[in-house]
């Protein structure tokens, strides 16, 4: 009981955020303050290597290979009011919860197998 | 005066308007009964005595019981005085005022007296650690880890002088009990209010366990 009230202050999830799956292939849409007044939209792409359910804390992990091939991780806030909207691109086939072995691949040893329903 | 008593439900995280994530201790404070009215005419000072937790009469004494006006008045008993509405309570806890007059017995002091933004002061009893050293307990550094150091790694270090002095000063920090001690968390934020549920979401960490009775009132220093 005393669970269910300690959730009680917790937001829904956003309807308008599909479903984000370990091995999807996303954009993410997050709003970020740069100074004061000075709002934007950043789009990060990549894939989705992680995600944790917590309730308020639900989160997903996306890993993107930037400018010399250094891998960028960046974590999101499932419930987070910043996140403007997430796309899925696509599903991969992946057996695991957790790609970790994506960091020690690199180049085409880091692709992942579609899977299409 | 705001003053409350409640019951610690765990900790979490909820957003702000601007997206920031604030860590919160939920409370389920309330409903409190106002069940004693102390003067400074009758007992030397002013307070209030609250109870909270309602619990079933058999769990309580007959003492305790006569002193919420719980027990009728009978032949025997014609100037027992009986209550004004105060349910059996588990919980009764005094808040000291400066002016106890504008409360009677019987009154019902819910979370509805907080607001988002407010500052209060919440004790608790914290986590009892037992028998702790001097790492936990005072933060003190510890021993090299390497260069050959064995048994040393969380030992105190020197307490003192040698003949000079000759003995250990007291007040000396070393290991021993910590923790099972009332404690009072001061000026923290309280953030959402849940009038319903009767719930309140403090900004930041409150001591003791979860489920354990926390009191509130408004911070005493703001």
């Known amino acids: 009981m005393s669970d269910l009230l300690l959730k009680a202050f917790d937001k829904e999830d956003n309807e308008n955020l599909p479903e984000v799956r370990v091995g ?7 709003r970020i303050n ?25 989160n997903f992990t996306v890993r993107r ?15 987070s009011p910043l996140i403007e909207k997430i796309e899925v691109h696509r599903h991969a086939h992946v057996r695991r919860a957790q790609l970790y072995f994506l960091r020690n691949l690199r180049g085409k040893a880091a692709r992942l197998r579609e899977k299409r329903f | 005066m705001k003053g409350l008593l409640g019951i610690k439900l765990g900790m979490t995280q909820i957003f702000d308007e601007a997206g920031n994530v604030i860590p ?23 307070a209030i005595q609250v109870g909270f937790g309602e619990t079933k009469e058999k769990r309580l004494t007959r003492g305790e019981l006569g002193h919420l006006g719980l027990l009728k008045r009978d032949q025997k008993h014609p100037s027992r005085k009986v209550s004004k509405g105060i349910p059996p309570v588990r919980h009764l806890a005094e808040f000291r005022l400066k002016d106890a007059s504008e409360y009677e017995i019987g009154q019902v002091l819910t979370v509805e007296q907080f607001q988002a933004g407010d500052r209060v002061d919440v004790t608790g009893k914290t986590k009892g650690r037992g028998f702790a050293g001097t790492v936990k307990r005072y933060g003190f550094g510890g021993g090299l880890k390497t260069h050959g150091q064995s048994d040393r790694h969380r030992a105190p270090g020197s307490i003192g002088a040698t003949s000079g002095t000759a003995h250990v000063f007291k ?52």
Do not use: W
């Not at chain 2, 009990?177 to 319903?196: C, F, K, P, S, W």
């Open chain 2, 24 to 46: 919160v201790t939920i409370i389920q404070a309330g409903p409190c009964y106002v069940t004693q009215v102390k003067t400074t005419d009758k007992d030397g000072y002013e």
């Open chain 1, 65 to 79: 290979i930037a400018s010399n091939g250094v891998g960028v991780e960046r974590t999101f806030l499932m419930r």
């Open chain 1, 34 to 58: 740069v100074g004061e007044r000075n709002e934007r939209v950043q789009m990060v792409r990549g894939t989705v290597i992680r995600v944790r359910n917590s309730g308020n804390n639900k």
């Open chain 2, 171 to 222: 007040g000396k920090r070393m290991a021993g009990h910590m923790g099972n001690v009332r404690y009072t968390a001061q000026n923290l934020q309280v953030v959402r209010i849940d009038t319903e549920k009767n719930l309140i979401a403090i900004k930041g960490a409150v001591p003791g366990p979860k489920g354990s009775l926390v009191k509130i009132r408004d911070a005493a220093k703001s």
């Open chain 1, 24 to 30: 999807d292939s996303v954009t993410v849409h997050v």
